[in-house]
Structure formats: C-alpha cells, structure tokens
C-alpha cells in the first residue's frame, strides 16, 4: 500500500511538472534541429487509427455495442456490429463498398476482407452466431444465422448460406450460389459434399463459445491504459 502511494505521488509530480519541461526541451531541440536541417530534415507523420473510419458526419461505423474490435483492424465508412460480436486482427470491413451489417455474437476472424466488387446497392449480411473464419473474403452476400464459414474460403456477390451450412476452408463458392441450410460445401469451385452431423453441429457451437470468451479476454487486455498495468505488476509482486 506505501509503495502504491509513493507511486502515484512521483506519477503526480512526473507528469505535473517533469515531463512538461522535458517536452519543451525536447521540442525547442527539435525546432533547432528543423531550421538547421532545413530542406533536407525528414517529417515524421502520424497515422491515425484505422478502427474507425468516418465517410462523413452522418456514415461511419457503429461498434459501441461490440464485444471486442481489435485495435490494429481496419473498419470504413458504414458498418454496424452488434453486441457480443467481435472483429479480430488485422481484419477490414470495406463499409465505402457496401453496407455491412452484422448481427449478435457473430466472429469475423484475423485477415478476413469483407468488401463489395460493385458500389451500388451493395450489402453484406451477417447474422446472429455466425463463424467467419481467418482469410476469409466476402463480397456482397448473405450468411444467415448459424452459418460457418472456415478459413481462406471466398464467397462470391449474391452468395446466399443459409443456417447450420458450413462451407469448408479453403473453398470458393461461385457468385449467386445458394449453401443449403445443414449441407457441408467444398471444393473450387464449391459443391454439396455432405450433410452436417448432430456432433459437429455441438462442436460448432462449442467452438463459437469458446471465441467469444476469449474476445472478452483480448478486450479486457487491450484497453488497459498505463496504470492499470503498472497496478497488475506490483499486484503480481506484493502475492
């Protein structure tokens, strides 16, 4: 409990008084530095954030009731998560293309592209409890609630997958195709394979449940700031 409030008194003093005179000696160095440089300096840019990414005032993404939206994903213009879903890393959602609408504890994983080839009228439709797998690309189509779609596998416009149809990783599912609902499709270009089992039906489930969990976890991590870490850390020493 003392060293917390030592802690705090030098984070006090630090940022109250120390670190403003270190930045204005450091930004007095630096426009030294520029004026003696002159053309030859290098200019240092910032990135912002590509979380969220506004078309305007009134088109731009709506990710307020989102489980988890990774920190190094990429969303644009107009797209709606809704609660308990997430948006894993790396991933981009190209709402400029299309409106891109997703529902309730649905998983869109790592790298997955969701974007429309034709600007006009174009929409993506994720419903509740839906799997889109890592490196998935989607352009405008529909997938109903329940249904999977593994990993590297690509959905052509107008692609319909009704609930509990699963297409497999890998595959390419032609544009304007229909995936039936409880049917396993696969291949390139994709065709009906099989029909789901009762037991990977369960497994789906689980693993969905699982995902989530987790993405609670990466939400709790990533939106730390700097003294709740420093919090844990002498936690973690004091036990």
């Known amino acids: 409990m003392f060293r917390r409030i030592i802690f705090h008194r030098l984070e006090k003093f630090t940022l109250g008084t120390i670190a403003p005179s270190i930045r204005r000696a450091g930004q007095n160095f630096f426009n030294s530095g520029v004026e003696i440089t002159g053309d030859n300096g290098v200019h240092d840019d910032l990135v912002k954030s590509m979380r969220c990414v506004p078309l305007n005032n009134t088109i731009y993404p709506k990710l307020l009731t989102a489980d988890w939206i990774a920190p190094n994903a990429t969303i644009i213009g107009d797209v709606e998560v809704d ?50 797998g890592p490196n998935v690309q989607l352009d405008s189509c529909t997938l109903d609630d329940f249904a999977y779609v593994g990993m590297g596998a690509t959905l052509g416009k107008g692609v319909i997958v009704e609930p509990y149809a699963v ?50 976890i990466y939400c709790e991590e990533t939106e730390k700031d700097f003294r709740d870490i420093m919090d844990k850390i002498e936690d973690d020493s004091i036990t």
Do not use: C, M
């Open 167 to 216: 297409v497999a990783a890998g595959s390419v599912v032609p544009e304007g195709t229909l995936v039936p609902s409880g049917q396993v499709w696969a291949g390139h270009p994709a065709a009906y394979l099989r029909d789901v089992t009762q037991e990977e039906k369960h497994q789906i489930s689980e693993n969905l449940i699982e995902l989530q969990q987790l993405s609670q």
């Open 83 to 132: 609660a308990g879903s997430s948006i894993w890393n790396t991933a981009l959602l190209r709402g400029d293309t299309a409106k891109i609408r997703i529902g309730k504890n649905s998983l869109v994983q790592d790298r997955a592209i969701l974007k429309s080839s034709e600007r006009t009228n174009s929409e993506i439709n994720i419903g509740d409890n839906v799997f889109v």
